[in-house]
């Protein structure tokens, strides 16, 4: 497993929350077109080790990724979403999906193993710095079940709200295990083996969550246009529940979903960490020069 950024765990998580506050600065302040050295000082590094390093754990410069806080492409690109989406499904979700350069296998839970709130099902879980804060990673035997974000110093909450979807599971701490999967997820040169999911959900959530996958990074649909693809046009507001309930966020990608407007709306683990994610996605897809303030 060569070039994984954490293969140094004290080097790489220190880097990866300087890169971590790096982005939650810019993606809160990019209308004031920050300056390097401004999300330099945000990530405690001098503008040149800043640029070098967020280029090298982010993907992209910075410049790149400011360049893509603004959605006014993400209104243009909705326009395409759904026969981008239409072709994904139209070719079938089974065997794997290619998402983030990744190799994805997916796995469902039965109904009636659902029923019983994750009674006899083993979960590991281990919290690791992430571009967008802390993550918290939790895999089966058969795979992640789940990836949530949230801020430093939050970790009893996001921990809280994903116990609490399947209650009756044996939670066992497993940093190392977990930590492997963390840095295949994100390191963005990594285009290694499979990963497989576990999703536990519902029919009807897991009937949406498939049809997130079918969205290609960079594309965006609205949760009109889902409730179309899976035969339920009028069911816009029960799409919209389901996504929200996504358990394996960034690998499941709901943050690909927009208002019929363009609009970011809601996002379970915030709006601010939505707008990042899509800028990273559409910086690593399109590296032409732009305008931004940023060296």
């Known amino acids: 497993m060569s070039n994984i950024l954490l293969m140094n765990p004290q080097e790489g ?57 603004t959605l006014d492409h993400a209104k243009r690109e909705l326009a395409k979403g759904a026969s981008v989406l239409d072709a994904a499904l139209d070719a079938g979700l089974s065997g794997p999906s290619r998402l983030h350069d990744l190799c994805l296998k997916v796995e469902a839970m039965t109904p009636g193993d659902y029923a019983k709130a994750g009674q006899g099902v083993t979960i590991e879980y281990g919290f690791h710095a992430c571009p967008f804060g802390n993550v918290l ?21 996001i921990f809280a709200d994903m116990k609490a979807r399947w209650p009756k599971a044996d939670y066992r701490e497993s940093v190392t295990h977990t930590g492997k999967i963390a840095a295949q997820i994100f390191n963005p040169k990594w285009s290694g ?12 959530q897991i009937k949406v969550w498939e049809a997130l996958l079918a969205i290609p990074s960079g594309k965006l649909v609205t949760y009109r246009t889902i409730a179309e ?12 529940a389901a996504v929200g309930r996504n358990p394996i966020s960034w690998l499941i990608p709901c943050h690909r979903v927009l208002g019929s407007n363009g609009a970011l709306t809601g996002y379970h683990w915030g709006v601010v960490r939505k707008r990042a994610m899509l800028a990273v996605e559409a910086a690593r897809l399109d590296q032409r020069p732009n305008t931004s303030a940023m060296a």
Do not use: N
Not at 137 to 157: I, Q, S
Not at 229 to 240: E, H, L, M, N
């Open 229 to 240: 693809k899976i035969d339920s046009p009028k069911s816009s507001r029960a799409v919209g």
């Open 13 to 69: 998580t220190a880097q990866w929350r300087r890169m971590g506050r790096a982005i939650r600065y810019l993606s809160e302040h990019y209308l004031e077109q920050p300056r390097l050295d401004d999300a330099a000082a945000a990530a405690g590094l001098s503008p040149y080790h800043f640029q070098r390093e967020f280029t090298r754990y982010v993907g992209v410069s910075p410049k790149s990724f400011v360049a893509h806080l």
């Open 137 to 157: 990673v939790l895999a089966t035997g058969k795979g992640v079940c789940g990836l949530a974000f949230g801020d430093e110093g939050k970790d009893a909450d």
């Open 193 to 204: 083996d499979v990963v497989p999911l576990h999703l536990i959900g519902t029919p009807w």
